[in-house]
Nanobody, 117 residues
Framework: VQLQASGGGLVQAGGSLRLSCTASGSISSRNTMAWYRQAPGKQRDIVGFITSIGTTNYADSVKGRFTISRDNAKSTLYLQMNSLKPEDTGVYYC????????????WGQGTLVTVSS
């Protein structure tokens, strides 16, 4: 299953974007899924995750600004990003995670988010 993130773009600081994640097949509703981002020159870090029952958890840097949701009927994962900051700039990816919140699927295409100051 190839995951693909979309919805990135250029936005001014304080703005909002909503990213989507779809799969070449379908996204299993039984799996926990996560959003990651990779800033220029840095490692890929987790932004947050959502369980099969909708429980979410976020990195401290995005708490209160980002919201992860999923529409199992549409087999789509979302990342609503508000009050964006320049440090949110990076390539965003989605992936499955295991019980230890480690990525467990193949890395698909990410989407670039650029936040200008």
């Amino acid at each position: 299953v190839q995951l693909q993130a979309s919805g990135g773009g250029l936005v001014q600081a304080g703005g909002s974007l909503r990213l989507s994640c779809t799969a070449s097949g379908s996204i299993s509703s039984r799996n926990t899924m996560a959003w990651y981002r990779q800033a220029p020159g840095k490692q890929r870090d987790i932004v947050g995750f959502i369980t099969s029952i909708g429980t979410t958890n976020y990195a401290d840097s995005v708490k209160g600004r980002f919201t992860i949701s999923r529409d199992n009927a549409k087999s789509t994962l979302y990342l609503q990003m508000n009050s964006l900051k320049p440090e949110d700039t990076g390539v965003y990816y989605c992936n499955y995670v295991d019980a230890n919140v480690r990525s467990s699927g193949s890395w698909g295409q990410g989407t670039l988010v650029t936040v200008s100051s």
